[in-house]
């Protein structure tokens, strides 16, 4: 009688089947074969002794180990075959690599045992024990040593334990699996059995590799010889060296605000000294809620200057989200908008200086004389803070001092010949790391700021326009701000003389359709993907997309820039198998110091470099997922935490349901992205009925915009597989807001047709609501550009972000029509 309890438990928290790093296709059954003598079986029987397990088990027990290298997990689940047993038995193998060899037989050993004394459910019941989809079979690899022929799964490893060599034959389905792979599998598994024969019990399975030496030293070393010398320096010298050099060149512009070299450093040293004058130096804050104008380059240039360290607060973050990040800080000045000051004194006591005096001026271009010197900060100092998204509900302050800064803005200058005839425009907000090189790093070469205004920002034919009117030689953006621009493209026409030479992306995925796009757009620049994390100054890795392969499913992450070091590691911090799935760390001189306020977050996530022979040498445990190609190059799989980007933004889903659980009415929540959308999930307390658009409102008030839940579900309960996880496949889907109201007038069917389309819903109705149907800021230039085409008609993008449903914006873009014809 099957005992489903057992296999239950077995296999609970089992995520997905094992499948090896470099599988393809579908292909069930085995269809060819290796094979190969391997270790001595006196050699084998020595070894398992202490554990009194046969030889048979010792290469259970390697291939546990081969599987879960190949695989990029510490949970894996094959089959089992011995002789005179009919079918092959689920063995669960959960990797502790700090485990003495010994203790591991012993334990596999009694697993192995216990499963072959239960009876054996059905495959279907096998994988809903493990709470896995249905149709989904648990395993498809197998090894036995068995009497029987014939294969009957993908991969089959069969033992001939005749004396005197153990005797290794692996079948394998050749759509599914190489055959390079497949003799890799073999000599793996062959070297593992070996360094089981000559090592002692008491070894941890750390020690044991899949890994040649020959293959450790070119991931480790080969693949980061990155090193190159840098001359200590501080970020704002940098500008100050170019300052010196060409006093009367155009530095920032903004319309018709100009500054030179010369009179960006005079402002910036004027702020300096005030800023002195309030106790500001090094090691203290400045907390900066600017509206991006020539002023802010003058703030943030001068902030460094008196070295202290710049911290950015957007000015459209809730007042009581700003209020908590100022409190964190202990800013002794914040620095802001004139029109601001009112809103800024509301956030806390502390010496408010300003920006944008009607005469052009600055709130602190008074008179300074016998202000004090600013103290000068070394390139160890702290330059700056960034906030990103938290796990508990509170964000994280990533702290960055000047060296390593400094050595990417110098790795980028040299690498793609940035110079005094480059100008970027500006468009990210002070709280990306993007604005730390577009401000410093192209100051820095002797290039102009061309600093966007919001207006511009929000409208990308405005972008467009700028980009081929003005000479602006450099675009540095997440993907999703340039793919604004995309559909504009076909309707202007390619310039195959444009300016334009060279494309940063960075902070989400690359569509693989991009590059191409825009070097037909803007006359064939080049084009680089760039990754890293807000805690590794930047940009830390690089892939020039001189090229795209047909086959690609994502832009290569690439490889690491000067001074910086990748490694894809397995759960025991040993490099990941190339081809394998693994979890991305960063090292070397490109990471932060680590979080403000935060010792055990940092201890966390900055870990002892087992790699490094310098003392102290740190690395940063990114949570992202990757793997290497065979020439070393890093391609990013995603996140292995609840940590997401959406539309450029990182969020952690951790942060968002914390919010959602403080909400009154709200027992527990869930948040999940599905689509283009993010969706809160909550489950009512006992009594109460919390009402989704009041959570949402008063969510607005405390969160970014970016991380409020388009729609929020209230349940009764959320739904758990059998092994009690949550399972995220049975969430519902989010109903249909409002009712549907057909469109009646010709103006709105058409408009709602383009809705349906864009947004990738079946129908819209008059009623429904553009971002509650899963609208965001790309969306909206997509739709604008099938607006233009179908109904030969200009309308703004606010004209989406005032008038949300189709009726109201149907309504705008027929008074346009209107006006147009005369009426």
Request: glycine share 8%; hydrophobic share 45%.
């Amino acid at each position: 009688m099957v005992n489903r309890e057992f296999w239950t438990d077995r296999l609970a928290g089992f995520a997905e089947p094992t499948r090896l790093g470099g599988e393809r296709g579908t292909d069930a059954l085995a269809g060819a074969v290796v094979e190969r003598e391997s270790a001595p079986l006196a050699g084998l029987k020595q070894a398992g002794a202490p554990a009194g397990v046969p030889p048979e088990h010792v290469v259970v027990a390697a291939w546990s180990l081969v599987l879960a290298a190949h695989s990029g997990t510490d949970d894996v689940v094959f089959g089992v075959r011995p002789a005179g047993v009919d079918q092959p038995s689920p063995l669960r193998v959960r990797l502790r690599y700090d485990l003495p060899l010994t203790a591991f037989f012993a334990g596999l050993r009694a697993q192995l045992e216990a499963g072959l004394a239960e009876d054996l459910p059905s495959e279907a019941e096998l994988a809903e024990c493990a709470g896995l989809a249905e149709g989904t079979a648990l395993f498809d690899k197998v090894v036995r040593w068995d009497h029987g022929t014939g294969t009957e799964h993908a991969l089959e490893l069969r033992l001939d334990l005749a004396e005197p060599n153990l005797h290794l034959r692996l079948s394998y389905a050749p759509g599914r699996i190489r055959e390079a792979d497949a003799r890799r599998l073999l000599d793996d598994l062959d070297r593992l059995l070996a360094d089981m024969v000559i090592r002692t019990g008491a070894s941890p399975l750390h020690e044991f590799t899949v890994l040649s030496p020959a293959e450790l030293h070119r991931i480790t070393r080969e693949w980061n010889d990155t090193a190159v010398a840098r001359t200590p320096a501080c970020i704002h010298e940098l500008v100050e060296r170019q300052a010196a050099a060409t006093p009367d060149a155009l530095a920032v512009i903004q319309g018709e605000d100009r500054l030179t070299y010369a009179e960006l450093d005079a402002a910036a040293g004027k702020l300096a000294r005030r800023l002195a004058a309030a106790g500001a130096g090094p090691g203290d804050f400045v907390a900066l809620r600017l509206r991006r104008s020539v002023h802010t380059v003058v703030a943030l240039l001068g902030v460094l200057k008196s070295g202290a360290a710049y911290a950015p607060i957007e000015p459209s973050l809730p007042p009581e989200r700003a209020r908590a990040l100022l409190a964190t800080l202990g800013a002794p000045v914040l620095i802001t908008d004139r029109d601001q000051v009112p809103a800024a004194r509301e956030l806390g006591e502390r010496e408010i200086l300003w920006v944008g005096e009607p005469d052009g001026s600055d709130g602190w271009a008074l008179d300074d004389r016998g202000a004090p010197e600013p103290r000068r900060a070394r390139p160890d100092d702290l330059a700056y803070v960034i906030f990103t998204s938290g796990s508990t509900g509170t964000p994280k302050g990533v702290l960055l001092s000047h060296a390593p800064v400094v050595n990417l803005i110098e790795w980028v200058n040299t690498t793609f010949g940035m110079g005094p005839a480059d100008r970027v425009l500006f468009l990210t907000s002070l709280g990306f790391d993007l604005s730390v090189y577009d401000v410093f790093g192209v100051l820095a070469a002797g290039g102009s700021v061309r600093v966007a205004t919001d207006d511009e920002i929000r409208d990308p034919r405005r972008l467009l326009s700028i980009l081929d009117s003005e000479p602006i030689t450099f675009w540095d953006s997440a993907p999703a701000a340039l793919q604004q621009l995309e559909p504009f493209f076909t309707l202007r026409g390619a310039r195959p003389d444009h300016p334009l030479r060279l494309v940063f992306l960075s902070g989400d995925w690359v569509p693989v359709t991009l590059p191409d796009s825009v070097r037909a757009a803007f006359g064939e620049p080049r084009v680089v993907a760039l990754g890293g994390a807000t805690e590794a100054a930047i940009w830390s890795n690089f892939f020039p997309v001189d090229r795209v392969d047909p086959g690609w499913a994502s832009i290569p992450y690439g490889r690491p820039i000067d001074n910086a070091r990748y490694y894809v590691l397995d759960g025991g911090l040993r490099p990941a198998v190339p081809g394998a799935p693994g979890d991305l760390y960063i090292g070397g001189d490109c990471l932060a110091l680590g979080y403000h306020g935060d010792p055990e977050k940092t201890a966390e996530k900055f870990v002892p470099d087992p790699f490094s022979d310098r003392l102290g040498a740190r690395l940063y445990r990114t949570g992202d997922r990757a793997k290497y190609w065979p020439d070393g190059t890093i391609e990013f799989l995603g996140r292995q935490d609840d940590q997401v980007k959406l539309r450029g933004f990182r969020i952690e889903l951790g942060e968002v349901e914390a919010a959602l659980t403080a909400e009154p009415g709200v027992a527990s929540a869930v948040a999940v992205v599905r689509g283009a959308q993010l969706v809160g999930y909550v489950v009512r307390a006992p009594g109460d009925d919390p009402d989704p658009a009041e959570i949402r409102d008063r969510l607005a008030r405390r969160l970014p915009a970016y991380m409020v839940p388009s729609q929020v579900v209230v349940l009764d309960e959320l739904p758990v597989t059998a092994n009690g996880k949550l399972d995220r496949r049975a969430l519902p889907a989010p109903k249909e807001p409002v009712p549907y109201v057909e469109p009646g007038t010709p103006v709105e069917k058409a408009i709602a047709e383009l809705w349906a389309d864009v947004l990738g819903v079946e129908r819209v109705g008059v009623v429904d609501n553009f971002f509650d149907l899963g609208g965001h800021s790309l969306l909206i230039t997509q739709l604008m550009a099938r607006v233009k085409a179908v109904l030969e008609v200009d309308v703004p993008m606010t004209a989406v972000l005032d008038n949300q449903t189709l009726g109201e914006f149907s309504a705008v873009v027929e008074a346009v029509l209107l006006e147009e014809l005369g009426a």
